[in-house]
């Protein structure tokens, strides 16, 4: 499986292999959760190592989940409320 989201966790492609259902719905649910957190994580080091973003606020690089703040906070518990 393979997944790749932009800085800010933006899914951006998402590979299933053929027996991708063999564990089930749930546990492809989870598995699919845990590698998009995995390069989200991955993805916002790239864009923070990124010279480009350096002149950005506070308020915009939190907004694009680039650091912790109020935007991204709402954002992670708007999601687990959907859970």
Aim: hydrophobic share 45%.
């Amino acid at each position: 499986m393979l997944v790749e989201v932009a800085p800010g966790g933006a899914l951006r492609s998402l590979v299933l292999e053929p027996g991708a259902l063999r564990g089930g719905g749930a546990r492809l649910a989870s598995t699919i959760t845990a590698l998009v957190r995995a390069a989200n994580v991955e993805a916002t080091r790239a864009a923070a190592r990124d010279p480009r973003l350096a002149g950005l606020s506070a308020a915009d690089r939190a907004a694009l989940g680039l650091e912790p703040g109020e935007a991204a906070q709402a954002a992670r518990g708007d999601e687990d409320r959907r859970r």
